[in-house]
């Protein structure tokens, strides 16, 4: 070979290794600028992104770079695969925070803590006040029809009062049932799957309260404590009032006096109740009027909470046998009628 041809030759191939070189140098640059830096440097909050099932990471790559969270899918969907995590993903709505770097985005598409919603169940509210929130919730899948009650009563395994008018009480016998508290849930979920936990978390609040409960209580059944925690939370929205409203309950249970109790007779009203108590409605018989029958109602009334059941079975020791609202949320308790004439003239007919 002629020393010129060696000459370009060398030079070809000194060049193709400096350039080689320089490519190499500057793709370890800009993979160390990728795994150093954040994911996006335009971006600076927060968002939410669903990965959906069976996304491929180059899917998964694409979705975040149209988010505005990620400025190299390319180079994310290499990351992914140099690691062996390209199948790790988890699906569902996860948030995604921008200024991770590359390797905190893997952990947390891997590890899937997806975004949590609260569902609250509120004390003091009936079965269909229940239902009728949940249908109000965001990303839940709303399951269930109020209307169809054979399917909400076997959803939980429950059924009907059958000694109640079926249409004037259709959620009777799913009263109660429920623990109010604050429930969470992921988008997808359905609204049975929210009260089914509450159902069982009442079972097991209920199991605990009444292996605790107080001796000599006029309860024979966990379901009779249920049923006076519902009156309970209904009087009552101070929390230091709930023993002491459980104690003069009790204590007119053991005398067999009538518990006269007003959300009784509003619940009693059923549908037709129109935000006012009447003296029709004070003597009006049906099977919740605590003016009219003997004993406690039939079922609940509405959701007693954690606090009503332990309230109900741990009552406060009080010779108090009537009581009367203040005006202003809180109770006057007497011990004799006398007395609880004098407070009534005082806070109410005053």
């Not at 009219?292 to 606090?307: E, K």
Request: proline share 6%; hydrophobic share 40%; net charge positive.
């Amino acid at each position: 070979m002629k020393p010129f041809l060696k000459r370009i030759l060398l030079r070809t191939v000194l060049g193709l290794v400096l350039l080689l070189l320089s490519t190499l140098g500057l793709l370890t640059w800009q993979w160390q600028q990728f795994v150093s830096l954040p994911i996006a440097t335009s971006a600076s909050d927060a968002q939410i992104v669903e990965i959906k099932p069976g996304a491929t990471a180059a899917k998964v790559a694409q979705t975040l770079h149209q988010a505005g969270l990620l400025d190299s899918p390319k180079w994310f969907v290499w990351y992914l695969r140099y690691h062996d995590k390209h199948a790790q993903i988890k699906t569902g709505e996860m948030r995604i925070d921008p200024s991770w770097t590359v390797a905190e985005l893997t952990e947390a598409l891997i590890r899937g803590e997806t975004v949590k919603y609260p569902a609250t169940l509120i004390a003091g509210q009936t079965f269909l006040q229940t239902l009728q929130q949940l249908q109000t919730l965001p990303k839940l899948q709303h399951t269930l029809d109020e209307k169809d009650l054979p399917t909400l009563y076997a959803a939980f395994n429950l059924n009907p009062v059958a000694t109640l008018d079926a249409k004037r009480y259709p959620y009777a016998g799913l009263e109660g049932r429920f623990l109010p508290e604050t429930y969470l849930y992921e988008a997808g979920d359905r609204d049975v799957d929210i009260l089914l936990r509450a159902h069982k978390a009442l079972q097991n609040k209920m199991e605990q309260a009444w292996s605790k409960r107080e001796a000599g209580l006029p309860y024979k059944t966990p379901y009779e404590a249920l049923i006076m925690a519902s009156l309970v939370e209904k009087e009552t929205a101070v929390p230091a009032e709930r023993t002491l409203i459980a104690g003069v309950f009790t204590n007119r249970l053991k005398k067999r006096m009538r518990l006269q109790t007003d959300p009784t007779v509003i619940y009693g009203i059923g549908s037709g109740y129109d935000g006012n108590i009447r003296k029709r409605d004070l003597l009006t018989t049906t099977p919740y009027n605590t003016y009219r029958i003997n004993g406690m109602p039939p079922t609940p009334i509405a959701l007693p909470s954690a606090q009503a059941l332990d309230a109900v079975l741990n009552p406060a020791k009080t010779q108090a046998l009537y009581f009367v609202s203040k005006g202003n949320g809180e109770h006057y308790f007497s011990n004799t009628l006398s007395e609880h004439n004098r407070a009534v003239r005082k806070y109410q007919l005053q």
